[in-house]
């Protein structure tokens, strides 16, 4: 259930990750609310990548879905 209210709010925020020629993938969902996801095309070399994490993706998420704590970047 978690993972997919999690899949539900990325798919908020893909168009404008897309937009920028970059998408994110949702890689797993821990039982203590940790969202592990990996940034792709454009976004996957992006400086600032680590502000698209934080201050969107994982903002967004909190938002939408609160039993998310953190979000983590994976390769």
């Keep these: 259930m978690l993972r997919e209210k999690v899949e539900s709010a990325l798919d908020e925020v ?3 990750l897309q937009a920028d020629g970059g998408n994110v993938e949702l890689v797993d969902v821990t039982d203590d609310g940790v969202v592990r996801v990996r940034l ?11 502000m698209t994490l934080s201050q969107g993706i994982e903002r967004h998420l909190k938002e939408i879905v609160p039993e ?4 983590e970047a994976v390769l």
């Design 40 to 50: 792709q095309g454009a976004c996957a070399g992006c400086p600032m990548s680590q």
């Design 68 to 71: 998310v704590k953190k979000v």
């Design 14 to 16: 893909r168009p404008s």
